[in-house]
């Protein structure tokens, strides 16, 4: 039997809001004016990876022809362009369901957190206007080490002042829910099987997530 759920701990890109599209829009961009071959099958490698391993995975052997200086300014202009894009936000662009979903988790008391690995995490929840429905945000600023590292999720927790025990960790890549797991977090995927597979629940998308299945969530 599971502990109760005293908190629930979300990813941004692709569970609260679709920036990955974004994010996307941007790597094609730069990609495209660079004649690097980069598509929506190639983008699915990157989901929960920070901007400097992304760069790494779509160079691939083409990486050592760059310098880190030269990685550095492709990775400033990533983000510039991503930023353009992503302050055009607003909360019309919280995708179905997650409003209503954190709204019913502050109704009933329970501690909410959004664990990041972007730098940008806290423009984005402005833009999307739900700033005030957390009570902790943990980002790319202050962890480091990005997923499947649970660091992340670890310091939410500590800042939550919650067990990892008693969090429930809603995830859309597999690193992600890989560092639930290893926090000793249960873990909800969202998305396809064969991306978050090793959830403890699976759910196509977070407007098919109701509260009581998601605090009630038991042990795998």
Known sequence: MSQPTQAVIFDLDGVLTDTAELH????????????I??????????????????????????????????????????????????MKMTPADLLPGAGELLNELRRRGILIAVASSSRNA????????????????????DVPNSKPN??????????????????????DAASGVAAARAAGMRVVGIGPAERVGRAHRIKPAIADLPADELLELPEA
């Not at 996307?24 to 004649?35: A, K, P, V």
């Not at 649970?150 to 995830?171: D, N």
């Open 24 to 35: 996307y829009q941007s790597w094609q961009w730069l990609m495209d004016e660079m004649g």
């Open 122 to 141: 806290e423009a984005v929840l402005d833009r999307l206007q739900i700033r005030p429905l957390l009570d902790v945000l943990v980002d790319g600023n």
């Open 37 to 86: 071959p980069f598509d929506r099958q190639r983008n699915e490698a990157l989901r929960g990876l920070s901007r400097t391993e992304s760069l790494e995975t779509i160079l691939g052997d083409k990486s050592s022809e760059f310098t880190a200086e030269q990685k550095a300014e492709i990775a400033r202009r990533k983000n510039d362009d991503y930023l353009s894009r992503a």
């Open 150 to 171: 649970p660091r992340v999720f670890l310091e939410a927790a500590e800042r939550l002042g919650v067990p990892p025990a008693r969090c429930v960790v809603v995830e």
